[in-house]
């Protein structure tokens, strides 16, 4: 994630009463999922003179304490996640932080990005903090265990302790400390990336404040961001621009969150000062400039316009977002919905000479590119936002993590014969490790969305929501994506009025919908939703059929390198482990993606095949297992990456010319 190019340029349920108050008083209308407000709008007293301006959005997302997970691979990868979020120590998270506030540290440093000199160029010290906040939050927010709450408030008490002995709102743990930031807002030559660091701390107080209901966290982010305006404050247009040079993650999106939460306009104007001018101009025209870009720098700035837009109501925000997402999503991901190589964006024309490296698909793009997509569903709920979700999901996001020891990766390269390589629990704290901490303890937040009359069901995942408005619970049964179809129960003490919304995926010919056993719709219309209104009564059923077929993934600037879907997963080859030591796979240092476990082996190739056939492929004795037959007429087992694990793999395939 991190762009050193650039920077050495520029070197039970939760309680909800009173976080349901505050966020009621700041025209809240949907209680934060994930890791982004709902669409809420500023009190009206603060936006009297641009209310009509503001966005209302479409769709609201539930509560993630509202859904509840039942037992499934991403329930697994949930519990996986709480356990390690257990396993850390936040007083070791916390050492560089009290250290420079002149406070004696509680326990020993970790390692990694952290503490190892090896990394001290980047300046990340302190990122992992404040992912860590984010996901004690949302796993708080998902489970109700009070442990998480425990931890959150805790590390905001700590923190205000720093602020208070150092007599600055400013909390870091940047080996030289205050000095870092000074320095570059006197715009000198810096290495690292401050803001970016910083960015993680403020979102990982934003969550605890919201999701957590953590007064503590509240009190350290206000103050905290009242130091980032006034730090801020003297620099020109220009010097804020150049020092945007630098990779400064989302903080016009914390800054957009914090007017939302405050009304506070200085917090709205130094949002807007934090949206980089030179990214935001040629995509609110439509030109795609990414090419050579740090890909992850830009995302969370991405986001950033987004909210923007949300609560200015400025249409060249969200033509940015809009266009960013259909450039990248479209035309320069791969089939797992995966992008770039080696961090950066590349040319489209080029995918053939990136497509088989082992640095390609950076994790946390992944995580950024869902929570843009969902940002924009909301406001337009369209399928195809919610395709491209379910893809990412399956093929980058589940498949990111070892489901043995809960540790996930960075890249997620296509190199054929490599394997899937993950971090050590405490000394390679990455970007992704921090996102890691973050994705897997929020799969409940995009299963569900509903407006006034509609619930819209997107993702087929063994879960319940509670629908408060319509005194409702609705349970969904489902073997997905083992057996295409999911079955839904309706729970509500009376006849209710309403209509859910059935996604028919566009990879699916057909959908076809059962209510009490009984045929109540059928849809030829890949790519839209199935509606289905009536009064509803407690225990009515609903079903869902789709088709699940092979399919062939090109790209036109290179049609003979193909990778096999299934639905919406893509199948990878399973090449086993020739060559390959125990334990091979847990690794420190990311640096060395590509050289990890790269002992001599020849991955197989596929013969050619016509553009509009899978070839040989034929269904094994497991559900979502296949054979194919290699140019040397070798067998080849196939099975969803996202399964993938311990063992070499292939998901994109050179085919060999016929002779």
Same mark, same amino acid.
């Given at each position: 994630?991190?762009?050193?190019?650039?920077?050495?340029?520029?070197?039970?349920?939760?309680?909800?009463?009173?976080?349901?108050?505050?966020?009621?008083?700041?025209?809240?209308?949907?209680?934060?999922?994930?890791?982004?407000?709902?669409?809420?709008?500023?009190?009206?007293?603060?936006?009297?003179?641009?209310?009509?301006?503001?966005?209302?959005?479409?769709?609201?997302?539930?509560? $993630? /304490?509202?859904?509840?997970?039942?037992?499934?691979?991403? #329930?697994?990868?949930?519990?996986?996640?709480? %356990?390690? =979020? *257990? !396993?850390?120590?936040?007083?070791?998270?916390?050492?560089?932080?009290?250290?420079?506030?002149?406070?004696?540290?509680?326990?020993?440093?970790?390692?990694?990005?952290?503490?190892?000199?090896?990394?001290?160029?980047?300046?990340?010290?302190?990122?992992?903090?404040?992912?860590?906040?984010?996901?004690?939050?949302?796993?708080?927010?998902?489970?109700?265990?009070?442990?998480?709450?425990?931890?959150?408030?805790?590390?905001?008490?700590? $923190? /205000?302790?720093?602020?208070?002995?150092?007599?600055?709102? #400013?909390?870091?743990?940047?080996?030289?400390? %205050?000095? =870092? *930031? !000074?320095?570059?807002?006197?715009?000198?030559?810096?290495?690292?990336?401050?803001?970016?660091?910083?960015?993680?701390?403020?979102?990982?107080?934003?969550?605890?404040?919201?999701?957590?209901?953590?007064?503590?966290?509240?009190?350290?982010?206000?103050?905290?961001?009242?130091?980032?305006?006034?730090?801020?404050?003297?620099?020109?247009?220009?010097?804020?621009?150049?020092?945007?040079?630098?990779?400064?993650?989302?903080?016009?999106?914390?800054?957009?969150?914090?007017?939302?939460?405050?009304?506070?306009?200085?917090?709205?104007?130094?949002?807007?000062?934090?949206?980089?001018?030179?990214?935001?101009?040629?995509?609110?025209?439509?030109?795609?400039?990414?090419?050579?870009?740090?890909?992850?720098?830009?995302?969370?700035?991405?986001?950033?316009?987004?909210?923007?837009?949300?609560?200015?109501?400025?249409?060249?925000?969200?033509?940015?977002?809009?266009?960013?997402?259909?450039?990248?999503?479209?035309?320069?991901?791969?089939?797992?919905?995966?992008?770039?190589?080696?961090?950066?964006?590349?040319?489209?024309?080029?995918?053939?000479?990136?497509?088989?490296?082992?640095?390609?698909?950076?994790?946390?793009?992944?995580?950024?590119?869902?929570?843009?997509?969902?940002?924009?569903?909301?406001?337009?709920?369209?399928?195809?936002?919610?395709?491209?979700?379910?893809?990412?999901?399956?093929?980058?996001?589940?498949?990111?993590?070892?489901?043995?020891?809960?540790?996930?990766?960075?890249?997620?390269?296509?190199?054929?014969?490599?394997?899937?390589?993950?971090?050590?629990?405490?000394?390679?704290?990455?970007?992704?490790?921090?996102?890691?901490?973050?994705?897997?303890?929020?799969?409940?937040?995009?299963?569900?969305?509903?407006?006034?009359?509609?619930?819209?069901?997107?993702?087929?995942?063994?879960?319940?929501?509670?629908?408060?408005?319509?005194?409702?619970?609705?349970?969904?049964?489902?073997?997905?994506?083992?057996?295409?179809?999911?079955?839904?129960?309706?729970?509500?003490?009376?006849?209710?009025?309403?209509?859910?919304?059935?996604?028919?995926?566009?990879?699916?010919?057909?959908?076809?919908?059962?209510?009490?056993?009984?045929?109540?719709?059928?849809?030829?219309?890949?790519?839209?939703?199935?509606?289905?209104?009536?009064?509803?009564?407690?225990?009515?059923?609903?079903?869902?059929?789709?088709?699940?077929?092979?399919?062939?993934?090109?790209?036109?600037?290179?049609?003979?390198?193909?990778?096999?879907?299934?639905?919406?997963?893509?199948?990878?080859?399973?090449?086993?482990?020739?060559?390959?030591?125990?334990?091979?796979?847990?690794?420190?240092?990311?640096?060395?993606?590509?050289?990890?476990?790269?002992?001599?082996?020849?991955?197989?190739?596929?013969?050619?095949?016509?553009?509009?056939?899978?070839?040989?492929?034929?269904?094994?004795?497991?559900?979502?297992?296949?054979?194919?037959?290699?140019?040397?007429?070798?067998?080849?087992?196939?099975?969803?990456?996202?399964?993938?694990?311990?063992?070499?793999?292939?998901?994109?395939?050179?085919?060999?010319?016929?002779?």
């Amino acid at each position: 994630m991190i762009d050193t190019r650039v920077a050495g340029r520029k070197a039970g349920r939760p309680a909800g009463g009173s976080r349901r108050a505050f966020l009621v008083s700041a025209g809240a209308h949907a209680l934060m999922a994930g890791t982004m407000l709902s669409t809420a709008r500023p009190a009206a007293a603060f936006v009297a003179d641009s209310r009509a301006a503001i966005p209302a959005a479409r769709l609201r997302a539930f509560d $993630l /304490a509202d859904v509840t997970l039942s037992d499934s691979p991403f #329930l697994h990868a949930q519990h996986k996640t709480e %356990a390690y =979020l *257990l !396993a850390l120590q936040p007083d070791r998270l916390l050492h560089n932080f009290r250290v420079n506030a002149g406070l004696k540290p509680k326990a020993p440093v970790y390692g990694g990005w952290e503490s190892d000199p090896l990394w001290a160029d980047i300046n990340c010290h302190g990122h992992t903090l404040g992912h860590y906040l984010s996901g004690c939050a949302l796993a708080y927010r998902s489970t109700g265990k009070r442990e998480y709450k425990r931890r959150i408030d805790h590390i905001a008490r700590e $923190l /205000a302790e720093c602020q208070q002995a150092a007599g600055s709102g #400013l909390v870091c743990a940047f080996p030289d400390g %205050a000095a =870092l *930031l !000074a320095t570059h807002l006197r715009g000198d030559p810096i290495t690292g990336v401050p803001w970016y660091t910083l960015h993680k701390v403020f979102a990982g107080l934003r969550d605890g404040a919201l999701l957590a209901d953590s007064a503590p966290s509240r009190a350290a982010l206000l103050r905290f961001a009242d130091w980032a305006v006034v730090a801020t404050r003297s620099l020109d247009d220009a010097q804020f621009e150049t020092m945007l040079e630098t990779e400064h993650g989302g903080m016009s999106e914390i800054f957009a969150d914090l007017y939302v939460m405050t009304g506070n306009a200085d917090y709205r104007r130094t949002a807007e000062r934090f949206a980089q001018k030179a990214v935001l101009a040629p995509l609110a025209k439509g030109r795609d400039t990414l090419d050579g870009l740090h890909a992850n720098t830009q995302l969370p700035k991405i986001i950033g316009y987004q909210r923007l837009w949300e609560v200015t109501g400025k249409s060249d925000y969200h033509d940015a977002s809009r266009f960013f997402w259909r450039t990248v999503a479209l035309t320069r991901s791969f089939a797992t919905g995966g992008h770039g190589d080696n961090e950066h964006f590349f040319p489209v024309a080029d995918f053939a000479s990136h497509v088989f490296s082992a640095k390609g698909s950076e994790t946390c793009c992944q995580h950024n590119m869902l929570k843009l997509t969902r940002a924009l569903f909301l406001h337009d709920p369209q399928v195809a936002y919610a395709d491209y979700y379910e893809r990412t999901l399956y093929n980058g996001i589940l498949a990111s993590q070892d489901p043995d020891s809960g540790m996930t990766t960075y890249f997620q390269g296509a190199r054929p014969g490599y394997m899937k390589l993950y971090h050590s629990p405490e000394d390679s704290f990455w970007c992704c490790t921090g996102t890691g901490m973050e994705n897997h303890v929020k799969y409940r937040d995009s299963i569900y969305f509903h407006d006034d009359d509609a619930l819209y069901v997107n993702l087929f995942i063994p879960s319940a929501v509670t629908w408060k408005d319509k005194a409702a619970r609705v349970t969904q049964t489902t073997l997905f994506p083992d057996v295409p179809t999911t079955s839904l129960r309706w729970t509500s003490a009376r006849p209710t009025v309403a209509t859910i919304k059935l996604r028919h995926p566009r990879w699916s010919r057909t959908a076809i919908v059962l209510v009490n056993g009984t045929e109540a719709a059928r849809s030829t219309r890949p790519g839209s939703y199935v509606d289905v209104a009536r009064t509803w009564r407690s225990g009515d059923t609903v079903e869902l059929r789709l088709a699940m077929d092979v399919a062939v993934q090109r790209n036109p600037v290179a049609p003979d390198i193909v990778a096999f879907t299934y639905g919406p997963l893509v199948l990878a080859g399973a090449l086993g482990r020739e060559g390959l030591a125990p334990g091979a796979d847990i690794i420190v240092n990311e640096r060395k993606y590509g050289a990890y476990n790269d002992t001599p082996f020849t991955a197989p190739t596929l013969p050619a095949m016509p553009n509009d056939t899978p070839g040989t492929l034929t269904p094994g004795t497991r559900p979502l297992e296949f054979t194919t037959r290699s140019a040397d007429n070798q067998p080849v087992r196939l099975i969803p990456y996202h399964r993938i694990a311990h063992e070499r793999y292939a998901t994109y395939w050179q085919l060999t010319p016929p002779v």
